[in-house]
Nanobody, 124 residues
Framework: QAQLVESGGGLVQTGGSLRLSCVAS????????MGWFRQAPGKEREFVSA????????YYSDSVEGRFTISRDNAKNTVYLQMDDLEPEDTAVYYC?????????????????WGQGTQVTVAS
């Protein structure tokens, strides 16, 4: 069972950058595909990005493609989300998630483990 802890959220101006981190407990981090999802006020949680176990394949939503970069360091049990050129529409609580396998990585309900979330606020 994985426990996930996100960090790195905060308040940033439009056009700024943040890097989110998610540290997983346990010694099987390399067995999990990892994802980032977000939930804005009054909206449903949505897919942002995902990465396969070895980091060889990444996925992005259309809204963040070209601005966000997901990466992972299996030696540190950590997945990152580098967010550049932030927009007010990116304001949300960002959640890290983990799952076994590499299929359906854009589908929220297929992820088994979730962090508590970290707030990202982009001021206009």
């Amino acid at each position: 069972q994985a426990q996930l802890v996100e960090s790195g959220g905060g308040l940033v101006q439009t056009g700024g950058s943040l890097r989110l981190s998610c540290v997983a407990s346990g010694r099987t981090f390399g067995s999990y595909s990892m994802g980032w999802f977000r939930q804005a006020p009054g909206k449903e949680r949505e897919f942002v990005s995902a990465i396969t176990r070895g980091g060889g394949t990444t996925y992005y939503s259309d809204s963040v493609e070209g601005r966000f970069t997901i990466s992972r360091d299996n030696a540190k049990n950590t997945v990152y989300l580098q967010m550049d050129d932030l927009e007010p529409e990116d304001t949300a609580v960002y959640y890290c998630a983990a799952k076994m396998g590499s299929a359906l990585l854009t589908i929220e309900r297929t992820f088994e483990y979730w962090g508590q979330g970290t707030q990202v606020t982009v001021a206009s």
